[in-house]
């Protein structure tokens, strides 16, 4: 008996499919798919935004960082306050050798909220993909505006 051949997983027919019809599998893979294209439009918006790297001002190989990882800190990967563009440089020194830089910016630029986004790090977010899906939009047309 021959098994089955695997079926591709494709994000573009699972998003026709109603949830609820969807096997966990499937779930995650959409899930995962939505949760990549809203990092992209998140930070090719972030980018746009600052236009150079809020700490030496270069223009050169910006990146989208976050004060509070993405990972570590779901329930603001995808708030404004949390992230700012940097170069490849400054990125690195941030995360690797001297965060007290970029700490001492939010401090110095948003006060009291940096606290509050501190607060709001580290409580719990369950993202949904239609939620994902209006950030991705929101980030899209901003970045387009």
């Known amino acids: 008996m021959l098994a089955k051949p695997k079926r591709k997983l494709n994000a573009r027919s699972l998003a026709k499919r109603d949830e609820s019809e969807l096997t966990q599998k499937e779930y995650k893979y959409l899930f995962r798919k939505q949760k990549e294209r809203t990092d992209a439009a998140f930070s090719?918006?972030?980018?746009?935004?600052?236009?150079?790297?809020?700490?030496c001002g270069s223009s050169e190989a910006l990146q989208c960082s976050?004060?509070?990882?993405?990972?570590?800190?779901?329930s603001v990967r995808w708030d404004e306050m949390n992230a700012h563009a940097m170069c490849a440089a400054c990125h690195t020194k941030h995360h690797r050798s001297d965060p007290g830089a970029y700490l001492e910016w939010m401090i110095e630029r948003y006060g009291e909220a940096y606290f509050?986004?501190?607060?709001?790090?580290?409580?719990?977010k369950k993202w949904t993909i239609e939620e994902m899906k209006a950030l991705e939009a929101k980030f899209l047309e901003a970045y387009d505006a």
């Open 44 to 55: 090719k918006y972030i980018r746009a935004r600052d236009g150079a790297c809020v700490l």
């Open 66 to 74: 976050h004060v509070f990882t993405k990972n570590a800190h779901g």
């Open 116 to 124: 509050e986004l501190r607060r709001r790090a580290n409580e719990y």
